[in-house]
């Protein structure tokens, strides 16, 4: 199976290429004060010819058995496959459960920086990612992409009066053999940098 750059895609963010299309799949949310929770994901990439990439994510809770445990903090379960050598098959869609209630929604804008932070690997470009939560949150996000891996922290974040007070995020990113696999990090409700939530997606 072999990679191809989509079509009409601004070659800005050609190091995102990957990521342009349809996930979909199962994760979990365990957080003090929120509890264990089992949610379906739709994820979509797109773009319209501009340099950026167009994000939206759509979480829905289910009624299903959670695991015993998320990844350990900034802990990665597979070594990260590179999306430009795709020969491995991608594992066989898992079935996902029914549609449940809407747990949050994102909306946002990935972009391919063009600075080039002091000290980032000659693999590797740097980001910026802008990220609208229906909540009633704004994330800037900086960090870098390359050989299938992205890493983000949180840069600024703004709120409304009457959103949940998030101080701080830090999302990983990955391709591994041929699903998305992401873990995000949150320091909020007085609690330090920890462990929020992670999924694995298959490609629609």
């Known amino acids: 199976m072999t990679f191809t750059f989509p079509d009409g ?11 342009v299309g349809r996930w979909r799949g199962e994760g979990v949310i365990d957080y003090p004060g929120v509890g264990k929770k089992t949610f379906v994901q739709d994820l979509v990439f797109d773009h319209d010819g501009g340099p ?6 759509t979480l829905r809770v289910l009624e299903s058995v959670v695991p015993d445990k998320l990844p350990a903090d900034g802990e990665w379960p597979a ?4 999306p430009t050598d795709a020969e491995a098959e991608a594992p066989e869609t898992a079935e996902v459960g029914g549609p449940g209630t809407v747990w949050s929604t994102e909306t946002g ?4 920086s063009t600075d080039r932070p002091e000290g980032l690997e000659e693999n ?3 980001l910026e ?8 949150r704004i994330t800037v996000y900086i960090g870098a992409a390359g050989n299938g891996r992205i890493d983000l922290a949180s840069d600024a974040i703004a709120r409304t009066s009457t959103a ?6 830090k999302r990983l990113y990955g391709l591994v053999q041929g699903r998305l696999l992401w873990v995000e990090e949150l320091a909020a409700f007085g609690e330090p940098l920890r462990s929020y939530a992670s999924a694995e997606l298959d490609r629609q």
């Open 79 to 82: 070594p990260v496959a590179d």
């Open 124 to 126: 590797k470009h740097a």
């Open 109 to 112: 804008y990935w972009r391919v």
């Open 164 to 169: 949940s007070e998030v101080r701080a995020s």
């Open 9 to 19: 895609l601004s070659p800005e963010v050609y190091p995102l290429a990957w990521l």
């Open 52 to 57: 950026y990439l167009r994000f939206e994510s």
């Open 129 to 136: 990612v802008l990220v609208a939560d229906a909540s009633g």
